[in-house]
């Protein structure tokens, strides 16, 4: 028997005898391994070179700190960004995506200096100025991105020499000249992307060489369609969209019967004729976008048999006749998002749309439906049906239970009858539009249950009757509110107090009777306030009044009894109206709505306003996010008009007409540079017009009718412009003979006056005013998981992303 101390000897000794055994397996691995180099001086130089030629880099920018790891004590292949091959120490990567670079490539660059580079990522760098013939000595290169600059100029014809190339991405820059040619080696190419840019148009070449070729993003490409681009058997995807011109029929030819096409982007053109049936030998076809071409023929029902289809915009085309789904559909199973709008389908919507059973978003808006909507329909999280002759709803009992709507639109139909009360069951609705319909009676108190999650509740233009409904309290989430032209009655209901997200009220042309709520005044972000055209009375100001509107930009109390006198300083608190800048962007109120994997972006969202200046007739596309408009006509103000008016400079349009201002015009509105109308007409002033009215350049539209005016009109270019109705009925002025072209103006005998003093018909500037956009386009939003773990996810995240709350006045259509 072995006793203990014997024991733990004979165990230490075998513990030394393997450690001595490993260390020597060690050694001798390491002799019969190859030598780990680290990088090499020549490559790091090169580095530093190329970060030195950056100065006014930051480092801090977006999500890399890229190159501020650089520097001569370390291991050039341990710095951020950089990649070298282990075995030599070469440098084989660089990645700098987002490096705010904020300068040129230099033709001697130390980038050129890495000849082994075999990726190089230079998107998102703020980089500008021309491509270096340089590139071209980077031969080992198989990938370049060098998208999302401001790159100008040619694409150097040595990019022909990089004929390793397997990715190309040269997107959303300002390169121009012909492309076709510099491409023309590189058939190694499995992904091109050359999307907006400022190439020059010209006939898409021959692609049936580019056998490699998965993805292909075109550019200003313009002639029939590129049937050759569709014989290459590997091909994925084609994005041949927006900045082309392609016309004609499509022929896909002699297709290749293996082919993998997964999405087809053909959005933007001007392709016409039928969608022909070969289209449906795609069998592994997930997305289709056809939208805004010149496509027509009957519904193309032949489309829905793809198995695997998930996505089909077919809006804005010349489609005809009655919506046709069959009977039995392979992609009834995978169908999400389905675009028809704009086009001429009439007849009803068919029962059978109830087989696609994942549809999460559904817009047919601006066509000629008739009938029921399904009520099926009714389980969908988005649907819009706007602009038809839909007057009904089928069954929906069935389904209410599983809704998950956020977004419902059937504004501009021909609904009528009581407020649908099984809205009130979809708990996370975001958008409701039932505008210029004719739903009549109350607006149900059960509303109260939905606007936690509302953003945007516009009933405008409907036969609503009694008050507004007492049901705000928790309606924190409420950008827009627009109950304008109904029969409502009695007072705002106070609880909107709480609607701190506001930034449309509009009550325009109902019975609310009340005095100025200046209690609104208190909303952080509310923009447009349109109370015209109701009972509102009393005074505007009051002396002992602190809180005042702090984003106010277009306010419209028009056509009401309001009354009473301004002081002096009056418009001096409104201080988001004196600069032009602006520390919160209001161009647009956007925003994406992204729920249980379905993305419901479908265009801008937008309710109507209107501001009134006699003689103005325009129409605007997008105002800018400066414009400001007071319209405070038809009322019963008096006194002075304040001189403080001069202090709000971003001004656009100043409506005072229609009340009893006295005294004379003040001197402080040449102040106001960026004018565009001012209507002063119908009210008591005096005095003369001043001249320096004539040197703001922008305005192009003026009223002083019916005054007590006198003296000369000034004979600035912006007044021998105007009609010469702009001036009548002041006694007292002269100078209308280059105006009116007449050699004399007599005073207008008594009748005259009577005619003279009747309004005219007032015409109506109409746009657009604070819209919604829940994403940014009508391009169908894939939140498809695959695509999402590609590199396409940058690309579907550009187009998807989340922005802040905007402001938008656009024209109405």
């Not at 960004?81 to 987002?98: E, F, M, P, R």
């Not at 069954?395 to 099984?422: C, E, I, T, Y």
Request: charged residues 15%.
């Amino acid at each position: 028997m072995m006793i203990p101390s014997q024991s733990y000897s004979f165990n230490g000794i075998v513990v030394i005898t393997l450690y001595f055994i490993s260390l020597f397996s060690f050694f001798l691995h390491t002799l019969a391994s190859p030598t780990v180099h680290r990088c090499r001086h020549d490559q790091r130089d090169a580095l530093l070179e190329f970060k030195h030629e950056f100065p006014g880099a930051d480092m801090n920018f977006g999500r890399f700190d890229n190159m501020r790891s650089w520097n001569k004590s370390s291991d050039c292949c341990s710095w951020e960004s950089v990649t070298c091959d282990a075995k030599y120490g070469q440098v084989i990567s660089l990645y700098l995506l987002g490096a705010n670079l904020n300068n040129t490539l230099k033709p001697n660059s130390g980038l050129f200096k890495l000849q082994y580079l075999k990726s190089l990522t230079l998107s998102y760098c703020n980089l500008y100025g021309e491509i270096p013939f340089s590139l071209g000595n980077l031969s080992h290169l198989t990938y370049l991105a060098l998208s999302e600059n401001k790159l100008v100029g040619q694409v150097p014809s040595t990019i022909g020499n990089l004929t390793k190339l397997r990715y190309l991405s040269l997107s959303i820059n300002h390169l121009s000249g012909k492309f076709s040619v510099s491409f023309a080696n590189l058939t190694k190419l499995n992904q091109l992307d050359i999307r907006e840019n400022d190439f020059e148009p010209e006939l898409i070449p021959d692609m049936s060489r580019f056998h490699n070729l998965e993805e292909f993003w075109g550019g200003n490409f313009f002639g029939p369609f590129p049937t050759s681009l569709f014989t290459i058997p590997s091909l994925r995807w084609v994005h041949l969209g927006d900045n082309n011109n392609f016309t004609g029929h499509i022929d896909f030819g002699n297709m290749s019967l293996s082919s993998r096409l997964s999405y087809l982007i053909l959005a933007n053109n001007n392709f016409d004729g039928p969608i022909p049936e070969s289209i449906s030998k795609f069998l592994n076809l997930e997305l289709l976008d056809l939208r805004n071409n010149s496509f027509s023929g009957p519904f193309p029902t032949f489309l829905f048999k793809f198995p695997s289809l998930q996505c089909v915009n077919l809006a804005r085309n010349n489609f005809k006749g009655p919506i046709d789904f069959g009977n039995t559909w392979p992609s009834s199973s995978t169908l999400r998002f389905l675009y028809l709008a704009d086009n001429n389908f009439d007849g009803q919507i068919p029962e059978s749309i109830s087989q696609f059973l994942k549809l999460g978003k559904l817009d047919i808006s601006n066509n000629k439906l008739q009938g029921n909507v399904p009520g099926c329909l009714l389980r969908l999280p988005s649907l819009q049906l706007s602009h038809n002759s839909l007057s009904g709803f089928g069954k929906s009992s069935q389904v209410l239970d599983q809704a998950q709507m956020r977004v419902l639109r059937l504004d501009s139909n021909s609904f009528q009858g009581p407020f649908p009360h099984w809205i009130c069951q979809f708990r996370l609705l975001k958008v409701l539009d039932l505008s210029n319909n004719s739903f009549s009676g109350s607006i149900p108190p059960c509303l109260r249950i939905i606007t936690y999650s509302l953003e945007v509740l516009n009933l405008r233009n409907n036969n609503f009757s009694g008050t507004l409904p007492d049901v705000f309290l928790n309606a924190t989430s409420l950008y827009t509110l627009d109950v304008s032209r109904n029969r409502l009655e009695g007072k705002l209901p106070k609880t909107l107090i709480n609607c701190t997200r506001m930034g449309l009220l509009n009550v325009e042309g109902n019975k609310f009777k009340e005095t100025f709520p200046s209690w609104l005044g208190s909303m952080p972000y509310l923009y447009i306030l349109i109370l015209r055209a109701n009972q509102f009375y009393g005074p505007l100001y009051h002396l002992h009044e602190s809180t005042w509107f702090q984003h106010l930009k277009v306010i419209d109390v028009s056509h009401n009894d309001f009354t009473g006198s301004f002081p002096a300083f009056y418009f001096s608190n409104w201080l988001q109206r004196t600069t032009l800048h602006l520390e919160i962007d209001v161009v647009y109120f956007e925003y994406l709505i992204i729920q249980d994997d379905y993305d419901y972006h479908s265009g801008t969202y937008t309710s109507s306003m209107e501001i009134v200046n006699k003689g103005v007739d325009r129409e605007f596309d997008k105002i800018r996010q400066d414009f400001t408009s007071i319209d405070f006509s038809s009322n019963k103000f008096y006194g002075k008009i304040p001189e403080s008016i001069g202090l709000l400079k971003g001004l656009r349009f100043l409506n005072l007409s229609g009340n009893a201002f006295t005294s004379y015009i003040p001197q402080s509105l040449a102040n106001l540079t960026n004018l565009e109308a001012l209507d002063l007409s119908h009210n008591q002033l005096s005095g003369q017009i001043p001249r320096d009215l004539g040197e703001l350049s922008f305005l192009s539209t003026m009223n002083f009718a019916h005054n007590n005016l006198e003296g000369p009109i000034p004979r600035g270019t912006q007044f021998q412009r105007q009609n010469c109705s702009s001036f009548m009925d002041n006694p007292k002025l002269y100078g209308l003979d280059d105006i009116c072209r007449k050699t004399h103006v007599p005073n207008p005998r008594p009748q005259e006056l009577e005619k003279v003093s009747e309004p005219e018909e007032e015409q109506v500037i109409n746009w657009t005013s604070a819209a919604i956009a829940y994403g940014p386009g009508v391009f169908c939003g894939l939140v498809i998981g695959h695509i999402f773990i590609s590199h396409k996810q940058e690309w579907l995240m550009e187009k998807c992303r989340r922005n802040k709350p905007r402001v938008v006045i656009r024209s109405a259509r």
